[in-house]
């Protein structure tokens, strides 16, 4: 499944973001039941899993991010989305949008750059 993000950019301290990732057409029929998740990757850090949301729209977060970001899902768009609010520095990175199956095999597309300034 080859996603492609978007939205990302410079914003400042506290400021709010929303990302999208987007899926092909192609995958139209099997959109729906994918968990997707999205996943980010810091100046000199591992990549970690920031949110996910399954097929039923249930949530997880990073506690990093607990109450900060939101993941959402539109299957009839064949998009899912990422409310991010009260950025801080230590949110900069590079985002990804992904399947946790993808993402273990290491399969990821191109991210999209967020950088919180101070």
């Known amino acids: 499944v080859q996603l492609v993000e978007s939205g990302g950019d410079l914003v400042q301290d506290g400021g709010s973001l929303r990302l999208t990732c987007s899926a092909p057409r192609s995958i139209t029929s099997v959109f729906n039941p994918l968990t997707l998740g999205w996943y980010r990757q810091a100046p000199g850090k591992q990549r970690e899993l920031v949110a996910q949301?399954?097929?039923?729209?249930?949530?997880n977060y990073g506690d990093s991010v607990k109450g900060r970001f939101t993941i959402s899902r539109d299957n009839a768009r064949k998009r899912v989305y990422l409310q991010m609010s009260s950025l801080k520095a230590e949110d900069t990175g590079v985002y990804y949008c992904?399947?946790?199956?993808?993402?273990?095999?290491?399969?990821w597309g191109q991210g999209t750059q967020v950088t919180v300034s101070s």
């Open positions: 992904n399947t946790p199956i993808q993402a273990n095999a290491n399969d």
């Open positions: 949301i399954d097929s039923y729209r249930a949530t």
